[in-house]
């Protein structure tokens, strides 16, 4: 995708998501701490170099110091979802799947892939967390997300890709909010001075399938195969 349009995307969201925080009209996430949360699916996904998780944590150890109380993912837990091929639900297990079906229609939609890098560029936000933006360089990531829905919408595996929305962008959520935020201001200026921040490029060169929770906690994700790219 047009860096330009993903920009607008990331922008847009980014004003609205302000909007509600500062008027305090925001979600919190009750299931982050409740360990009886049994929505479990399956993710394709992508790990950011060393260098830009080290980047991101030294943002997120200002906001820390500003709100605590949220929740911060650790650097074993950033990714970017390429596509959540099965979304979390409560009941999913997987003896209900057949792993090796899986992976050769993922293994089809990379042939011909080569890696490649997405940027870290600036701050963007929902009503519910706060992520990093990321730029791809290239349309290689699109092809990939292309390849994956013609392959498995012509199968008979179960999927669920796009059910929530279709993804579109390669950002990094970062926080999410488990607390009603104690000094919303003074939170939102600390992202506001990081909004145009560069946090690094990361080469793509593996995918992960993983089999995982709602917030892709390393405590819980299990690697199911990794693809080499390029």
């Not at 920009?7 to 609205?16: A, P, R």
């Not at 993710?43 to 997120?60: A, C, M, Y």
Request: charged share 30%; aromatic share 10%; net charge positive.
């Amino acid at each position: 995708m047009h860096n330009k349009k993903l920009n607008k995307i990331y922008q847009d969201l980014y004003h609205q998501a302000c909007l509600k925080i500062l008027g305090g009209d925001y979600s919190v996430d009750k299931n982050i701490d409740n360990a009886l949360d049994q929505r479990f699916g399956i993710t394709l996904l992508i790990r950011p170099q060393l260098e830009v998780k080290n980047t991101i944590q030294n943002f997120l150890k200002e906001l820390k110091a500003i709100e605590p109380e949220q929740y911060y993912y650790p650097n074993s837990d950033l990714h970017i979802t390429v596509l959540s091929i099965i979304s979390c639900y409560v009941g999913f297990n997987l003896e209900n799947i057949s792993v090796d079906e899986y992976s050769k229609i993922i293994s089809k939609s990379l042939e011909s892939i080569n890696e490649f890098e997405i940027e870290f560029k600036g701050i963007t936000a929902s009503e519910s967390a706060i992520m990093i933006q990321g730029f791809p360089k290239d349309k290689t990531l699109n092809s990939i997300r292309e390849n994956l829905r013609t392959h498995f919408y012509q199968s008979d595996l179960q999927q669920s890709m796009d059910k929530r929305y279709p993804l579109i962008t390669a950002h990094l959520t970062v926080v999410r909010f488990k607390e009603k935020l104690k000094d919303v201001a003074r939170f939102m200026n600390c992202i506001k001075k990081y909004k145009d921040d560069d946090f690094g490029i990361s080469k793509v060169e593996r995918l992960h399938l993983v089999y995982n929770d709602w917030y892709q906690r390393e405590k819980k994700v299990q690697v199911l195969k990794e693809f080499k790219i390029g």
